[in-house]
């Protein structure tokens, strides 16, 4: 048997972890898939952008030395454009984010989003500060409904009377459905 060999070969070195890319998006913690989706749609338009308006600087250096004043203004409104267009995405991907990260946290994304003060609402890498938030907005606390639960089992809050057909036939008891079912046809529900 052999001792291990204490030192290194040149050639030998640790494996190295690869770089996440920096035009991927940020990995953001949701449930809402629709989001996510937007998100990712958002990123690929941003990078389109992005690119497309790094061959267009790139175009107008080749031409530069030949092309007229005309030509020149044009080029560099359309630079400006995808310019334009780069900062419309970015922004647009951030509140998308932001929507993501508020989702099931607030009783409402859309109007926390508008009263969103960034000075005391966001983190410096931009992340939402939800507690400062919902201190300063308690309107945005999400309320609990409470879950009916089956009249046969269970605790909390129960159901009266006959729970309507979709309502039965959401739960899958056999009960639930007839019972729906015979006072729908009796013109109950």
Not at 23 to 42: G, K, Q, Y
Not at 62 to 83: C, I, N, P
Not at 106 to 114: H, M, P, S
Request: glycine share 6%.
């Amino acid at each position: 048997m052999t001792a291990p060999n204490s030192d290194p070969k040149p050639g030998d070195k640790a494996p190295e972890t690869p770089a996440p890319s920096p035009n991927a998006p940020a990995f953001v913690p949701s449930h809402d898939a629709e989001v996510l989706r937007e998100i990712a749609r958002l990123s690929k338009e941003r990078d389109d952008a992005v690119a497309e308006a790094d061959r267009a600087k790139a175009r107008a250096a080749e031409l530069e030395s030949t092309m007229t004043e005309a030509e020149k203004t044009a080029l560099e409104k359309r630079a400006a454009d995808a310019e334009a267009e780069v900062q419309r995405l970015k922004t647009e991907q951030e509140t998308s984010t932001r929507k993501a990260a508020l989702t099931d946290k607030v009783a409402d994304a859309d109007l926390a989003l508008k009263v969103l003060d960034p000075a005391k609402h966001l983190n410096p890498d931009g992340s939402v500060k939800i507690d400062a938030l919902l201190a300063d907005h308690p309107i945005l606390t999400p309320t609990v409904t409470p879950t009916v639960t089956s009249p046969d089992g269970g605790g909390g809050t129960q159901g009266g009377g006959v729970p309507a057909l979709d309502t039965a036939l959401a739960s899958g008891s056999i009960g639930d459905i007839n019972a729906a079912f015979d006072a729908a046809l009796k013109g109950g529900n």
